[in-house]
Nanobody, 126 residues
């Protein structure tokens, strides 16, 4: 059974940095995507960044390009999200997701992923 566990997050002032980690144990195949998504109160879940963990190929939402960096340690089934120059609008619950349900699904879309963590809160104050 796949388990996804996020860590990190917290509160920071605008312009600051935070780092998130995600551990995915029991993945049937680590030649697949993992991603970070976020959901602010009253809004839908949106893609932040995704990575094909065996090759390091990445996709970023336009809103975080140049500020956030996703990386992976494929051997350990770990994914990281380094968040710099944080803005109040980055405030949300951040979720880690593992493994596309089908290889032709879009890794930018939450519904594409099979396994999810419980989320970790990121709060950015102005």
């Amino acid at each position: 059974q796949v388990q996804v566990v996020e860590s990190g997050g917290g509160s920071v002032q605008a312009g600051g940095s935070l780092s998130l980690s995600c551990a995915a144990s029991g993945r049937p195949d680590n030649n697949n995507w993992m991603g970070w998504f976020r959901q602010a109160p009253g809004k839908g879940r949106e893609g932040v960044a995704s990575i094909y963990t065996s090759t390091g190929s990445t996709i970023y939402a336009d809103s975080v390009k140049g500020r956030f960096t996703i990386s992976a340690d494929n051997a350990r089934n770990m994914v990281y999200l380094q968040m710099n120059s944080l803005k109040p609008e980055d405030t949300a619950m951040y979720y880690c997701a593992a493994d596309l349900q089908r290889s032709d699904y879009d890794p930018r879309v939450p519904q594409s992923f099979a396994y999810w963590g419980q989320g970790t809160q990121v709060t950015v104050s102005s």
